[in-house]
């Protein structure tokens, strides 16, 4: 206890959780590579923090020492679900929404308000008006995110041979994070309606609160830290001129790909195959869609499992893993999925099976 202040258990857990959080956002805020999106995730991981300072020092008793401190707007709930989806934005795009800061007017508006009370007095209705915003938030940021992560998504099955590498997994599941967080706080204000919860019931929702927020910091540097492949948004690049075979084109092309090995490659992209092939990717990426009925990523990884099938053939005693790399898989997840799609067993049993 240091003049009248207490800091307890609940002070310390909370205090714990949120510290790590303050070299991530400045190592975020300050990283060279896809950094208007480490720094649209730090200041997330900044608005996250501040909804869990006023549990942190108010069980501390900073609030009975300076009750004024109950004006200041630590709490931007509102800010949580904007930031977010320009995080996704700028992650998957390598650029910011256009006109972002307007979606951040409501986070504004939400801090207005908390101050306005110590100069006007109570001002009604300012809480049901936050709840509605979530409620609003939520859904409509839930929904853009999303609608950018499936784009994302899609464009990497079009444009690289391992889409897994890359950010859509970590972009999904910090989606699904946020937003069950904010589904958790909005349980816990009906649940609240019903039967209060007082100011010690709320340690759990702030906990996981501070829990998630140390989970995006982690994760969001491990992938933030890394080039990210980003395809900026807009309208896709006018189909080629009817009127070809693009069956027999995708034949040829499968046919040239074989010969020269080029999926061995394992940073292999449409762009670069495109150009080995001496087309464009326009033409390419018709030639496999309507001509092979395939995507790109599809089509290089069964390439790419007929190489390690004919290795097992020949009665490699290799790994699967080495012979997996060495025909241009940069993952074994990748690998195994492959090639269960396209024979329908594991590698593993298929080099059983040659052994009967």
């Keep these: 206890m240091v003049d009248g202040l207490v800091f307890g258990w609940r002070s310390a857990v909370l205090l714990?959780?949120?510290?790590?959080?303050?070299?991530?956002?400045?190592?975020?805020?300050?990283?060279?590579?896809?950094?208007?999106?480490?720094?649209?995730?730090?200041?997330?991981?900044?608005?996250?923090?501040?909804?869990?300072t006023p549990w942190m020092i108010g069980f501390a008793g900073f609030?009975?020492?300076?009750?004024?401190?109950?004006?200041?707007?630590?709490?931007?709930?509102?800010?949580?679900?904007?930031?977010?989806?320009?995080?996704?934005?700028?992650?998957?795009?390598?650029?910011?929404?256009?006109?972002?800061?307007?979606?951040?007017?409501?986070?504004?508006?939400?801090?207005?308000?908390k101050v306005l009370p110590a100069l006007t007095g109570p001002v009604p209705g300012t809480a049901l008006l936050a709840d509605v915003g979530l409620v609003a938030g939520l859904a409509g940021y839930s929904w853009l995110s999303y609608r950018a992560l499936s784009r994302y998504r899609q464009v990497l099955l079009e444009q690289r041979s391992d889409p897994a590498r890359y950010a859509a997994h970590w972009l999904a599941r910090a989606i699904a994070a946020v937003g069950l967080l904010l589904l958790l706080t909005l349980g816990h204000k009906v649940w609240g309606a019903v039967r209060p919860l007082g100011y010690e019931g709320l340690m759990g929702l702030h906990i996981a609160i501070a829990g998630v927020a140390l989970y995006l910091g982690v994760e969001g540097w491990r992938t933030?830290?890394?080039?990210?492949?980003?395809?900026?948004?807009?309208?896709?690049?006018?189909?080629?001129?009817?009127?070809?075979?693009?069956?027999?084109?995708?034949?040829?092309?499968?046919?040239?790909?074989?010969?020269?090995?080029?999926?061995?490659?394992?940073?292999?992209?449409?762009?670069?195959?495109?150009?080995?092939?001496?087309?464009?990717?326009?033409?390419?990426?018709?030639?496999?869609?309507?001509?092979?009925?395939t995507s790109f990523s599809d089509f290089v990884n069964q390439e790419r499992s007929r190489i390690v099938a004919a290795m097992l053939d020949e009665g490699r005693k290799d790994s699967l893993l080495d012979l997996a790399l060495e025909a241009g898989f940069a993952s074994k997840a990748t690998f195994n999925r492959a090639f269960q799609h396209q024979f329908g067993c594991s590698p593993s049993a298929y080099r059983q099976r040659l052994k009967r």
Excluded at 22 to 43: C, K, Q, S, V
Excluded at 70 to 78: C, D, N, R, T
Excluded at 260 to 280: E, F, K
């Design 16 to 52: 714990t959780a949120l510290a790590p959080l303050i070299p991530l956002i400045f190592g975020l805020a300050g990283a060279l590579h896809n950094r208007l999106a480490n720094r649209a995730l730090a200041g997330l991981l900044l608005v996250l923090a501040g909804i869990v």
């Design 63 to 113: 609030y009975d020492r300076w009750p004024g401190l109950s004006h200041v707007p630590f709490s931007l709930s509102l800010a949580v679900m904007p930031l977010l989806w320009i995080y996704t934005v700028a992650l998957t795009t390598g650029h910011l929404p256009s006109r972002f800061g307007l979606h951040l007017v409501p986070a504004l508006l939400q801090a207005a308000l």
């Design 224 to 293: 933030g830290s890394q080039p990210v492949p980003t395809f900026p948004a807009g309208q896709p690049p006018p189909p080629p001129r009817p009127g070809r075979d693009w069956r027999a084109l995708g034949e040829d092309y499968r046919r040239q790909i074989e010969a020269a090995g080029w999926v061995r490659d394992p940073g292999l992209t449409l762009s670069a195959l495109a150009q080995h092939l001496g087309t464009n990717t326009s033409y390419l990426s018709r030639a496999l869609n309507e001509g092979l009925r």
